[in-house]
T-cell receptor, first 114, second 113 residues
């Protein structure tokens, strides 16, 4: 079965600093990968999704970016963090091949921007 | 376009009482529907899913949900709440060619002893 690893689990960063959150998956090939953000008291906001290496779709214009350098690696980045970037970031996968929208989630990365 | 509305950001029940979490969806094509549970500081875990087979779907931990097309609803129920059911619950819908899911805002279930 597939597993998702997210790193780091928690992160405290000053405003204006860079960010890199990593997501790696095991037990599946060519999955659809997703980055969601969960702010306090709010639902899940889709940030990016990827259907393959180098293929990134952005759902929300912001100072975040995503990359998929390998089939099982999905990275969320920022050059300069804002206070509003604080939240719980979740990586998820849809293993396919018959993509139904059923997602498997990692354990999340909690980012606090001060 | 697809959307999900979860009625009630918080639901409070007594241990042993019926749990009912409401979800209404909007989709222009037949949808797939999901319920997920999230415990504090953890990712989401699938409870159950509707993928156009039986309209009454049974999931883990004694939960079930019924797809009602006429009401565009997919409410989650459990006959008897347990303290361990206290968590955040999310309803999600996917449809169309891409099947990218849309999540509701979540409902926090509080279970009183």
């Amino acid at each position: 079965s597939q597993t998702i690893h997210q790193w780091p689990a928690t992160l405290v960063q000053p405003v204006g600093s860079p960010l890199s959150l990593e997501c790696t998956v095991e037990g599946t090939s060519n999955p659809n990968l997703y980055w969601y953000r969960q702010a306090a008291g709010r639902g899940l906001q889709l940030l990016f999704y990827s259907v393959g290496i180098g293929q990134i779709s952005s759902e929300v214009p912001q100072n975040l970016s995503a990359s998929r350098p390998q089939d099982r690696q999905f990275i969320l980045s920022s050059k300069k963090l804002l206070l509003s970037d604080s939240g719980f970031y979740l990586c998820a996968l849809d293993p396919g091949p018959a993509n139904t929208g059923e997602l498997f989630f990692g354990e999340g990365s909690r980012l606090t921007v001060l | 376009a697809q959307s999900v509305t979860q009625l009630g950001s918080h639901v409070s029940v007594s241990e042993g009482a019926l749990v009912l979490l409401r979800c209404n969806y909007s989709s222009s094509v037949p949808p797939y529907l999901f319920w997920y549970v999230q415990y504090p500081n953890q990712g989401l875990q699938l409870l159950l899913k509707y993928t156009s087979a039986a309209t009454l779907v049974k999931g883990i931990n004694g939960f079930e949900a019924e797809f009602k097309k006429s009401e565009t609803s997919f409410h989650l129920t459990k006959p008897s709440a347990h303290m361990s059911d206290a968590a955040e619950y999310f309803c999600a819908v996917s449809s169309g060619g891409s099947y990218i899911p849309t999540f509701g805002r979540g409902t926090s279930l509080i279970v009183h002893p």
